[in-house]
């Protein structure tokens, strides 16, 4: 069954320090889709980074990276030098074949940057 | 580009009234994809479309709930009668392709409260 798992309901976190957020995924497809999503209070669904399950390199967009380690099937967010704009909610999801490339969603991780 | 563009943003109503709900994707976007997002069941899929065609609706919830796309710029959801069980943020997304490197578009959602 294809799913995934992000073990941390909530966190809390200094400014200006990094942040790992875990996600961990199950699928047995070996063509897939890896995604992340920031939600703020505001609202919306923001479109953060993607790694593709072939990708050798690890992705990055600006202050986010995505810790893609295949055989531990996990794709952990990092976000560098965080800031206060960066407290919201953050979703894991994947896109495989087998789901009809439906996006499959984590519960997300609530962030809270102090200052 | 505008962006995936959703109204209203916010709608209250009573129940037993009709609701519908708006959605113009990324203009060449050929996938649209409606979702409600509640603190109970966090965020799930109702039904997408793939060049104007509705795929898979196998996430609406019960007859109450219509989708059309009558082009490829416009897309309605519809809910008939209205009950207070469906207050939710319903987003619409959009993306370019169907296959597991296609991220997905939001809009701002439309806060929907049925009294």
């Known amino acids: 069954a294809q799913k995934i798992t992000q073990t941390q309901p909530g966190m809390f976190v200094q400014e200006k320090e990094a942040v790992t957020l875990d996600c961990t995924y199950d699928t047995s497809d070996q063509s897939y889709g890896l995604f992340w999503y920031k939600q703020p209070s505001s609202g919306e669904m923001i479109f953060l980074i993607y790694q593709g399950s072939y990708d050798e390199q690890n992705a990055t967009e600006g202050r986010y990276s995505l810790n893609f380690q295949k055989a531990r099937k996990s794709a952990n967010l990092v976000i560098s030098a965080s800031q206060l704009g960066d407290s919201a909610m953050y979703f894991c999801?994947?896109?495989?074949?087998?789901?009809?490339?439906?996006?499959?969603w984590g519960a997300g991780t609530k962030l809270i940057i102090k200052p | 580009d505008a962006g995936v563009i959703q109204s209203p943003r916010h709608e209250v109503t009573e129940m037993g009234q009709e609701v519908t709900l708006r959605c113009k994707p990324i203009?060449?976007?050929?996938?649209l994809f409606w979702y409600r997002q509640t603190m109970m069941r966090g965020l799930e899929l109702l039904i997408y479309f793939n060049n104007n065609v509705p795929i898979d609706d196998s996430g609406m919830p019960e007859d109450r709930f219509s989708a059309k796309m009558p082009n490829a710029s416009f897309s309605t959801l519809k809910i008939q009668p209205s009950e207070p069980r469906d207050s939710a943020v319903y987003f619409c997304?959009?993306?370019?392709?169907?296959?597991?490197?296609?991220?997905?578009?939001f809009g701002p959602g439309t806060r929907l409260t049925v009294t």
């Open positions: 997304a959009s993306s370019l392709g169907g296959g597991t490197i296609y991220e997905q578009y």
């Open positions: 203009s060449g976007h050929d996938y």
């Open positions: 999801a994947m896109r495989v074949v087998d789901s009809n490339y439906q996006l499959i």
